[in-house]
């Protein structure tokens, strides 16, 4: 079985501040893990995903993540946040073999205030 | 296409109606998925098609729901009787080819209302 944990509902950040939004996960084998952005009524759109080589993944919009096995978690950053980057952030996990399809976690809000 | 691309993209639907949800994964890609996401949750898993044949259809909730590929390209969702419980939105995502690292890419959805 695989699963992921987002433990924030929801993140608030001031505009121009570092933001940090929380995943962990759990897989039997190796993980593939991937992070999407869903805006209002839309689609999820992806943003980044660690698959081997080096823990720290950089991806859109200047948001990056960093895998960390120990911890098995797999958190998602940015330098310095942007109203725009106001929307619900998924993290999801599957493993690098057997089954196809992502597992994700509930979503995070994020909220950047100006 | 230029990405996968849903219809209808709103729909309402009475009580006891059947439904049927239509995916055009982007052109090329091999591997298709159906996901159901309710308000305020994570998508969730319903079936998995590489080329025309369903290898996965664990996430199906009940036998109301099926899906089919017939030519490895367009996919449909059908939900037959619908129940409220089906209000949610359904996203369907593609992906080059069956490997296990390649990015998969979602549609912006069908949301299904059942009145």
């Known amino acids: 079985a695989q699963s992921v944990a987002q433990p924030e509902d929801q993140v608030n950040v001031a505009e121009g501040n570092p933001l940090t939004v929380k995943c962990t996960y759990s897989?039997?084998?190796?993980?593939?893990l991937f992070w999407y952005v869903q805006y209002p009524n839309r689609g999820l759109q992806f943003l980044l995903k660690?698959?081997?080589?080096?823990?720290l993944v950089k991806g859109s919009y200047g948001f990056e993540a960093e895998f960390n096995k120990s911890q098995t978690s797999f958190h998602l950053k940015k330098p310095s946040a942007l109203v725009s980057d106001s929307a619900l952030y998924f993290c999801a996990v599957k493993r690098d073999t057997g089954r196809r399809a992502l597992t994700f976690g509930s979503g995070t809000r994020l909220q950047v205030q100006p | 296409g230029a990405g996968v691309s849903q219809s209808p993209r709103y729909k309402v639907a009475k009580r006891g109606q059947d439904v049927a949800l239509r995916c055009d994964p982007i052109?090329?890609?091999?591997?298709l998925f159906w996901y159901q996401q309710a308000l305020g949750q994570g998508p969730e898993f319903l079936t998995y098609?590489?080329?025309?044949?369903?290898?996965?259809k664990s996430g199906l909730p009940s036998d109301r729901f099926f899906a089919e590929r017939p030519e490895g390209s367009v996919s449909t969702l059908k939900i037959q009787r619908t129940q409220q419980e089906d209000s949610a939105v359904y996203l369907c995502?593609?992906?080059?080819?069956?490997?296990?690292?390649?990015?998969?890419?979602f549609g912006e959805g069908s949301w299904l209302t059942v009145v």
């Open positions: 995502a593609s992906s080059i080819q069956g490997a296990e690292g390649n990015t998969i890419y």
């Open positions: 052109s090329g890609h091999v591997s």
């Open positions: 660690y698959i081997t080589g080096d823990n």
């Open positions: 897989v039997s084998g190796n993980p593939y």
């Open positions: 098609f590489q080329n025309e044949a369903q290898l996965d």
